[in-house]
């Protein structure tokens, strides 16, 4: 009789964990899709010096993807203006309060990265004329962004898997459709096409836990060693310092140079051992050893830092309970994708969730630092 009720109740316990899990794939699924979602509204001003006719045109209100990046919108914005352009070849390109925005970063990172604040609409200026190729990279278009996109995606494969033959041997119909899929926005087509690829992810810790449970006959199995699991996680992370605190987002410092923003591309490898989980606050200490010596999860082997962002290579933050007397910085705001998650959460569902299609994690993050620790 006792054995009988065991059985039922372990019966039980496995539907209701695995509910649980179906509960969970459906946040995570629900989360992806607000990500691929996620637009900005932008007001496009014409540079005043391109403008031939009177009255100037007004503003053009267009509303830009997360994921996507500025060059792909000129299809919408050249026919607004074309009425009024001087005569010339097109080279068209962003400025930002006078700052030249890198095409290659995407729309989303470049919003939360000179947003501190959020402005909506996002005012930004294009030009049609006198390219900065002193400043950006070039840029042709449509076939400039794709091919920087599928260059990430194969840097992506080569952290996680420690090759980009998946990538390398992707049929052309599949790239045609992989790049029209973020092109358009199309979650659906992405997952059939990116499921091919065969990139290794690295489950979200609450299904993993989930999941360890419904294999668990008894409590008393769980008392074994503990095991450590891990995952290379490719990163890009885009950090400023400022050396006096704030505590608003609108008295923070703005950026208005490059120079001033440090590009830093460099794996996460995840740490995780039973009853503990590797959050946030690990993964950008790890990614900034040189704030962050006290950390235990740095792997210096995967440093690769450039100082200029012109080298290709709603919870809030809570810094103070994350503070190590050893360290050189505080965390003052970590942002990806818009939001601004607490340091303590699981890194594995930052991951799962916030990822860009190119399988890149982009962090926004601001440290305040004394003048002797500032970035170089």
């Given at each position: 009789m006792f054995f009988k009720h065991r059985r039922q109740e372990e019966k039980e316990a496995k539907y209701r964990f695995c509910e649980g899990l179906e509960d969970l794939k459906r946040e995570m699924s629900e989360a992806q899709k607000l990500v691929w979602e996620g637009s900005i509204p932008l007001q496009i001003h014409l540079h005043q010096s391109q403008v031939t006719t009177l009255p100037p045109p007004p503003p053009a209100l267009v509303l830009a993807p997360r994921i996507g990046y500025l060059p792909l919108l000129i299809s919408l914005i050249k026919p607004y203006f074309s009425?009024?352009?001087?005569p010339g070849v097109d080279t068209i390109w962003f400025e930002y309060k006078g700052l030249p925005l890198k095409w290659y970063i995407p729309t989303g990172v470049l919003f939360d990265l000179l947003?501190?604040?959020?402005?909506?609409?996002?005012?930004l200026t294009v030009h049609f004329r006198g390219y900065p190729s002193n400043l950006l990279l070039p840029c042709e278009g449509e076939d400039s962004v794709k091919w920087s996109f599928i260059n990430s995606l194969k840097e992506a494969a080569y952290v996680m898997n420690g090759n980009s033959k998946n990538i390398m041997n992707m049929s052309q119909p599949d790239q045609v459709e992989l790049w029209h899929s973020v092109f358009s926005g199309n979650l659906e087509s992405y997952h059939r096409v990116s499921s091919k690829l065969k990139l290794g992810t690295f489950e979200n810790e609450y299904t993993d836990s989930i999941n360890s449970a419904i294999?668990?006959?008894s409590t008393e199995e769980t008392h074994g060693a503990g095991q450590m699991k891990t995952g290379r996680i490719p990163v890009r992370l885009y950090a400023w310092t400022v050396g006096e605190d704030f505590d608003?987002?609108?008295?923070?410092?703005?950026?208005?140079?490059?120079d001033k923003v440090s590009y830093i591309n460099r794996p996460v490898e995840i740490h995780k051992e039973d009853g503990k989980h590797f959050s946030?606050?690990?993964?950008?200490?790890?990614?900034?050893?040189?704030?962050?010596?006290?950390?235990?999860?740095?792997?210096?082997?995967?440093?690769?830092?450039n100082q200029n962002t012109g080298e290709e290579g709603d919870d809030t933050c809570d810094p103070v309970s994350s503070f190590h007397p050893l360290d050189k910085a505080e965390i003052k705001l970590v942002r990806i994708q818009g939001i601004e998650p607490k340091l303590e959460i699981p890194f594995s569902w930052v991951v799962s969730n916030l990822m860009?299609?190119?399988?890149?994690?982009?962090?926004?993050?601001?440290l305040k630092v004394s003048e002797a620790n500032a970035m170089q």
């Open positions: 009425s009024t352009l001087p947003c501190t604040e959020p402005e909506r609409p996002w005012n294999s668990q006959r608003d987002l609108e008295d923070a410092p703005q950026i208005d140079n490059w946030l606050n690990d993964a950008v200490k790890s990614i900034l050893p040189e704030f962050f010596p006290a950390s235990t999860f740095v792997n210096e082997g995967d440093a690769s830092i860009n299609p190119e399988y890149f994690l982009h962090m926004c993050v601001c």
